[in-house]
């Protein structure tokens, strides 16, 4: 089956730039509008299972049928509990959702979560809201040491992946479910989570169980370039009822849709900082290779795709009928050229109305965003507790560059693009062509050790330890060019502002939740008693 969303790859709920002054609603409109063309050019699945597919009926929260709610089992309260007695708000997008509704990546999932937005640059460049509430949207370059943390948690499994103004967009292969949890939840889920909880749930290996699929599609889209897919997964037994593997790859080559169009860039004597600088050359005047810069090299047409290429591999190990241990491994590389906005007005001394999803951009922009993550899970029973450990061990690197010659027009460019007058020499601006460079390594190794007691119980609890260590490191650069020699030359010389900084973080905490019900099943007079991690 193609899992394949046609149309540009954006969501209608997602909030682009303040700046853009109202241009992203235009382009909601328009992407609204764009007609869906999948062609099935190279579909097929193969499917060998030794187990039922009893997954087959899916619901964002339990879908119905044949006259029945099909039952979603959940992990929200760190237990297996069905959807319906989780005594808290919660929604659960199933694996087979998940194929229905063409879900591959966050912004695809954000369309079906309603509670939930997401406002940012582009994939893995977000800020979630969830009910509303966030820490609000930053700059995005120096964000990971500086920036505010997430009050919006994102969990792998177990680990928690959320960084300043970086949501982790994990692509949506294998997955056995995606819950979104409302806040507070920061008893069970720690810091970062006061506005609610969002989680990736993975498929495990299957004990004695053979199966794989294979899925692959191509898509049209509507004032954009085509798009590919493919994905594929094998689950196989290594030893009888003891030892099992499970591993998934992912290919989605993802076409843009916003286009560069020409422009060109002249300094004006009304630019905001200008002033200071004395600034005689262009005032105003023709472009020069001195006081101006096109776009003639980069203009082209959707040049914002985005392409997920990544693994995951899973062992699990069945020691007895009690105790089982899991290892994961997983792997992913995400590449986003251009930029996820558009611009109403072209950047010229005399702006005029771009095309609908048209920017003018002088300097090639990407992001780079990779991570890999290691988790072990162990989990058995000591007398009638049930014991839980698990641990990762992730690692993120981000590498990021983007166009910053509209900051020319800045306050204050002239502190970093202009040589101030004396009383010798006039004051010059030269060439506004500016980057910024992003650099960004973040590690997060976390441990957790959890005690529960059995399900059927009339007075259940849970406690536990946590500890973790998130250290991120980081150096951002911005490029500006500024005279090398004469007046008249047109060699120019590159200044780099760096800024380093370096963040760790070491938690320790203890978590307590209690509940007590009248009955087996959750009742409307059913307690929850929970204590904040510290």
């Known amino acids: 089956m193609a899992r394949k969303h046609v149309g540009p790859r954006t969501s209608n709920d997602t909030m682009t730039p303040a700046t853009l002054n109202g241009s992203s609603a235009a382009a909601r409109q328009r992407r609204g509008a764009l007609t869906d063309a999948a062609v099935a050019a190279c579909i097929f699945a193969a499917r060998v299972a030794a187990a039922d597919d009893s997954a087959g009926t899916a619901a964002t929260a339990g879908a119905s049928g044949g006259g029945g709610v099909a039952e979603v089992t959940v992990t929200a309260n760190r237990r297996e509990q069905n959807i319906q007695d989780v005594p808290i708000a919660i929604q659960a997008l199933t694996g087979a959702t998940l194929q229905q509704l063409n879900i591959e990546n966050f912004e ?19 800020d979630i809201y969830m009910r509303g509430l966030s820490v609000g949207p930053g700059s995005i370059q120096g964000s990971g040491a500086v920036g505010a943390f997430p009050n919006v948690a994102v969990y792998l499994d177990d680990q928690a992946v959320q960084l300043p103004n970086r949501n ?20 069970l889920f720690g810091a970062g989570a006061q506005a609610g909880v969002i989680r990736y749930i993975t498929n495990k290996p299957k004990i004695d169980v053979t199966e794989g699929n294979v899925n692959a599609g191509y898509a049209y889209t509507s004032h954009g370039a085509h798009s590919s897919n493919a994905d594929a997964m094998i689950n196989l037994p290594l030893i009888a009822n003891t030892l099992a593997v499970r591993a998934v790859v ?11 169009v020409p422009g060109t860039f002249v300094r004006q004597s009304t630019d905001g900082g200008i002033h200071y600088a004395g600034y005689v050359n262009n005032v105003p005047g023709p ?22 290429k990544g693994m995951r591999v899973g062992a699990l190990w069945k020691l007895n009928k009690d105790w089982n241990a899991l290892l994961m491994q997983s792997f992913q590389d995400m590449d986003a050229e251009g930029v996820f906005y558009q611009t109403p007005q072209s950047s010229g001394s005399s702006p005029q109305t771009l095309p609908d999803l048209s ?35 992730l690692v993120r690197r981000v590498e990021q560059v983007a166009d910053y010659t509209n ?14 007058s004396t009383p010798a020499t006039p004051g010059q601006c030269y060439s506004p062509s500016t980057t910024w460079h992003d650099h960004e390594r973040d590690v997060h190794q976390s441990h957790e050790m959890r005690l529960s007691t059995p399900d059927d119980w009339r007075l259940r609890g ?73």
């Open 108 to 126: 695809d999932a954000v369309k079906y979560l309603p509670n939930v937005t997401v406002a940012g640059g582009g994939p893995g460049q977000g």
């Open 168 to 187: 982790l967009d994990i692509y949506a292969a294998d997955l056995e479910r995606i819950e979104v949890l409302e806040g507070p939840q920061g008893t």
């Open 250 to 260: 992912y290919n989605d080559s993802r076409g843009g849709y916003i286009d560069n």
């Open 287 to 308: 472009p020069s290779a001195l006081n101006s810069v096109n776009n003639n090299n980069i203009v082209a047409r959707d040049i914002n795709p985005v392409t997920y």
């Open 359 to 393: 920017v003018q951009i002088y300097n090639p922009s990407d992001n780079r965003d990779r991570f890999e993550n290691t988790a072990l899970t162990v989990s058995g029973r000591i007398g009638a507790l049930k014991l839980v450990y698990s641990g990762a061990y």
């Open 407 to 420: 900051y020319a027009r800045g306050t204050y460019a002239d502190y970093y693009q202009c040589i101030h």
């Open 462 to 534: 849970i406690g536990g330890v946590f500890w973790e260590n998130y250290a991120i490191h980081e150096e951002t650069d911005w490029l500006y060019k500024t005279r090398r020699d004469s007046p008249m030359s047109v060699r120019h010389r590159e200044r780099t502002l760096t800024i380093r900084t370096s963040v760790t973080t070491t938690k320790r905490s203890s978590m307590t939740s209690c509940e007590a019900t009248n009955s087996g099943r959750h009742s409307p007079h059913s307690t929850l008693t929970s204590c904040q991690k510290p």
